[in-house]
């Protein structure tokens, strides 16, 4: 069979909670984060994708000024405009990510950094209309104190999040998590669970805001119809038995 007769792929869902892993450490504290969170999102009904910055090639802002010439594009083609292409296509977001020297890592940082092209294109009026979306960040820091250990992380993201359209919810910020030992104990894994189970709420309402049940729609144009005679051929076809609800729609006065 020729590649021109084969059944077409289908397009797979776009995911409703996006979850961006941005540690540069396989195996860690971070990525058991990310794990919990997707099996609790799968438990909860939610559609969860995991990106995993670290596996992605994604150059450092230089600062050469490209993007404010050129609005939304960057002098880089490397897949930091495929990852925010990704980020675009989330109903939510969860950020999760270590705390270093008191802020993000440097592959986030660089990451946000090329966010400056979304800056520039909505500077320019030029950015399409969307709808705000909700975000949340786990933050995990290996110290036990420090009153400010997670305030430069916190404002970095929130600007971050907010160039690209998302509302930052309340953050869950995990002190003493060095290792995934540290957060795979029954308090911790509830407040990573319960982070979750949001973002599927979340997900899910914005979705059906976004893709409306189809047998929902005779009723709502039921509700917009203007005389008797509307409504009953909006109602029509709109149950099993239409052909029957049909014959009488017709014989009445």
């Known amino acids: 069979t020729s590649s021109a007769d084969a059944p077409a792929e289908k397009e797979p869902p776009n995911p409703r909670v ?102 520039a294109l909505r500077e320019s009026g030029r950015a399409p209309a969307r709808p705000r979306r909700p975000a949340r960040a786990v933050l995990c820091a290996a110290r036990t104190n420090g009153e400010r250990l997670f305030e430069a992380s916190l404002l970095i993201l929130r600007c971050f999040l907010d160039t690209l359209g998302f509302d930052m919810r309340d953050p869950l910020l995990l002190r003493g998590a060095e290792r995934p030992a540290d957060i795979l104990h029954p308090p911790a894994l509830a407040r990573i669970e319960a982070m979750g189970c949001e973002a599927a709420g979340e997900g899910l309402r914005l979705l059906m805001n976004e893709r409306p049940f189809r047998f929902l ?37």
């Open 18 to 119: 996006l979850i961006l892993s941005c540690s540069p450490h396989t195996g860690g504290t971070t990525d058991a984060v990310a794990r919990v969170l997707e099996q609790t999102l799968s438990a909860h009904g939610g559609l969860a994708e995991t990106i995993r910055l670290r596996d992605h090639d994604v150059r450092p802002c230089i600062g050469c000024g490209f993007c404010s010439d050129h609005p939304g594009t960057c002098v880089f083609d490397d897949e930091a405009a495929r990852l925010f292409q990704r980020l675009d296509a989330a109903h939510t977001l969860i950020v999760a990510a270590p705390v270093y020297f008191y802020g993000p890592p440097a592959a986030l940082k660089g990451f946000i950094d090329r966010a400056q092209s979304r800056w």
């Open 217 to 253: 729609q005779p009723l709502r144009d039921l509700l917009r119809a203007v005389s008797l005679d509307e409504r009953r051929c909006i109602l029509c076809p709109s149950f099993p038995s239409a052909p029957l609800i049909a014959a009488r729609c017709l014989r009445s006065p």
